[in-house]
């Protein structure tokens, strides 16, 4: 989990926490959460497993939803 602190931290020295924390609060945001399997995410997270985070990744960018946020993602990380 320190890396996800050390991203938390960047982003908010980078001032782009705000316009992260707005496109995950998004329309396309909540329906992309309420799709996920937030145990399944964590469990990944938890135990380190870069494969099955690549799956649910997958399966986001499969949704029309978490294209849209990649692409913001993307241009807010420029």
């Keep these: 989990m320190k890396n996800f602190a050390d991203m938390e931290r960047q ?4 001032g782009k926490e705000d316009k992260v924390r707005a496109i995950a ?3 396309d945001g909540q329906k992309l ?3 996920l399997d937030a145990d399944r995410v964590e469990r990944a ?3 380190g497993d870069s494969e099955a985070l690549r799956g649910i990744l997958a399966e986001v960018l499969r949704t029309s939803e978490g294209r849209r946020i990649a692409k913001q993602l993307e241009e807010t990380m420029k």
């Design 11 to 14: 982003l908010r020295e980078s």
């Design 25 to 27: 609060e998004s329309r």
């Design 33 to 35: 959460m309420e799709r």
């Design 45 to 47: 997270v938890q135990q």
